[in-house]
């Protein structure tokens, strides 16, 4: 079912949500709703940003490190 990109909160009851959530995802696209006392909620989907892997280092933690890191200063 193609969903109008605005409704108003009845229209949007009458619907699932997962019917609603689905074509906001697939159409890459955002639905406004509007409330009873006229403010809008707009629902939209936004790419989850690909992250690059963590770099690996050569070498090693000596296990000291947390003293020397933490050591009261007294």
């Known amino acids: ?6 409704l108003t ?4 009851g009458q619907i699932p949500t997962e019917e609603i959530l689905l074509s906001v995802s697939s159409e890459n696209r955002s639905i ?10 707009i629902i939209q989907s936004k790419p989850k940003p690909k992250l690059r892997p963590l770099p690996v280092f050569e070498g090693h ?3 000291e ?7 009261d200063s007294e």
Request: proline content about 7%; cysteine-free; glycine content about 0%.
């Open 32 to 41: 406004t709703v509007k409330l009873p006392d006229n403010t809008e909620v």
């Open 9 to 12: 909160l009845h229209e949007a």
């Open 1 to 6: 079912m193609k969903l109008s990109q605005r």
């Open 65 to 71: 490190w947390k003293e020397a890191i933490y050591h």
């Open 61 to 63: 933690t000596p296990h």
